[in-house]
């Protein structure tokens, strides 16, 4: 796996299956061909194609390990690099990488940037590729290499990426390594951003005479949690929140935010500490979609530093859990069929109590946060499988709490739309990564598209306008934004 969020640096990850001494070879690509005679720097191949590079300098680890980390600073902004990895282990063996090519990141506010976005690969009832270590394999690989060749230069992969739902931690991790198998073609060369889903789930499972029983996230949860484990497999930014009970799970590597040129992305993490829903009174956790107020206050806070940013031109979030479901999850979500009485439930000292604020008070602080945000180009959900895009602004039904709880029952009696989602923004969901299909059913809000097709999203950034396209596994441009701004521009007039 190679990362590159940094202008100047890049990290490689690779595994080893006896300890070894890992050290990458690393070479600035000059030119894609020779230009002179005698060349002015060794040549090496990738592929078919020959580049022309500088000196080759070499980086090395200080002890034997099987799992390696290796972060290389001095790098210049938006160049391309060639790496090659090497292990030696102490019976002298020795195993060397084919060549591979990356690219740093762009100076943040600079561009253009080409990105990707796939949401729900894991697996369903098929059989064979379909279902390889918990994941659509067939599926997956065929959408990344489609978003590599486009000239994907990122890609968000927005959770629910294998089966999961295991109580197994050697099973869960696993899962996720075949996933990465998977996914290699494109994560040697570019790097992946990762979000938990509701299906990365590692539980204690109970008994309680149920189909599934009562599951409670893993502990102990700084080293068995779903969210430790996650952790520990995947390499993203650390710069999450802090959890307000020590005692919970981690945020990090689980809710985080990067810029890559002139792009803001935040992940959220909207499956956060989850307990078999019915459960949660009795034993604490949170529901699908839940958000607690730390996280709350914290990407608050990203967004406002965003605003002020002049080098951030354009957010995208994305998270999991869809917020304004319309096909396959109108019971659950970030909506819960607008009952206001789901919510997490947290010790507070030895008593466990309700939090404060309940799903549909969350969901709409959550978005009014980014309807106040002039930057907020788009929230890319996955959750429902199937693509569909609605457009979120004052006028929409979306259910207000209290005001829409005539007999005070915590449930929405009616539908009233939010004077407080003054700038309108684009919810993208794209739940299409190989899961099986999910039905449209009725809902308050009216996507402008929809389909049952599976495909991955492929964004383009410049300074003009952020672009959006749906692409289906067959190739076929499903739909397609201009300016996902536009309607944001609108309202500035």
């Known amino acids: 796996m190679v990362t590159s969020d940094s202008p100047t640096q890049a990290t490689i990850i690779w595994e080893t299956d006896l300890p070894a001494l890992g050290l990458v070879h690393l070479a600035r690509v000059i030119s894609s061909a020779p230009k002179t005679t005698p060349s002015p720097g060794p ?102 290499q489609d978003a590599y060749r486009r000239g994907a230069e990122l890609m968000l992969a927005d959770g629910d990426l294998i089966k999961g739902y295991t109580s197994d931690t050697e099973d869960f991790r696993l899962q996720l390594k075949g996933w990465k198998q998977s996914v290699a073609g494109f994560w040697r060369s570019r790097p992946i951003f990762t979000a938990m889903g509701n299906h990365e789930a590692l539980s204690n499972v109970y008994d309680d005479g149920s189909p599934h029983g009562i599951q409670l996230d893993k502990w102990p949860y700084n080293e068995q949690s779903a969210e430790a484990v996650f952790a520990d497999e995947f390499y993203n930014p650390v710069n999450g929140p802090q959890p307000s009970d020590p005692r919970r799970p981690t945020y990090q590597k689980n809710a985080y935010h990067f810029q890559y040129g002139p792009v803001l992305f935040i992940c959220v993490n909207n499956n956060y500490w989850w307990t078999t829903n019915q459960a949660i009174p009795t034993y604490g956790g949170s529901p699908e979609g839940y958000i607690f107020e730390e996280q709350l206050s914290w990407f608050e806070n990203v967004l406002t530093q965003a605003e002020a940013n002049a080098t951030v031109r354009y957010v995208v979030v994305f998270c999991q859990q869809v917020v304004f479901p319309c096909g396959g999850h109108m019971k659950d979500g970030m909506w819960w069929q607008g009952d206001n009485n789901v919510r997490a439930y947290s010790r507070k000292g030895q008593k466990l109590e309700p939090e404060k604020l309940g799903m549909i008070e969350v969901r709409n602080r959550f ?34 709490f209290p005001a829409d709880d005539a007999n005070k029952d915590g449930k929405l ?23 099986p299909y999910h039905a449209p059913e009725d809902s308050p809000w009216t996507p402008a598209v929809m389909s049952l097709q599976r495909g991955y999203l492929l964004f383009h950034a410049d300074a003009s306008r952020l672009s959006l396209k749906f692409i289906s596994i067959t190739g076929q441009v499903i739909d397609e934004v201009d300016d996902l701004m536009a309607v944001k521009k609108k309202v500035a007039k």
């Open 413 to 435: 009696d009616q539908i009233s739309a939010n004077p407080d989602f003054v700038q309108p923004t684009w919810q993208i969901t794209a739940g299409t990564g190989g899961a």
């Open 43 to 144: 040549a090496v191949k990738v592929g078919n194609v020959e580049y022309l590079v500088d000196t080759v300098a070499s980086f090395s680890e200080a002890s034997q390990l099987t799992r390696h980390q290796l972060t290389i600073s001095g790098l210049q902004p938006e160049s391309e690099y060639i790496y090659v990895i090497q292990g030696d282990t102490p019976n002298g063996e020795r195993v060397v990488s084919e060549p591979y090519l990356f690219k740093t990141a762009p100076r943040p506010g600079q561009g253009p940037v080409t990105f990707s976005f796939i949401s729900d690969t894991r697996a369903g009832e098929e059989r064979g590729e379909r279902d390889y270590m918990g994941h659509n394999s067939s599926v997956l690989s065929r959408l990344t």
């Open 367 to 400: 978005w009014k946060s980014m309807a106040q945000s002039t930057k907020v180009a788009a929230v890319l959900t996955g959750h429902e499988h199937s693509y569909h895009r609605t457009l979120i602004d004052q006028r929409t039904p979306v259910g207000l």
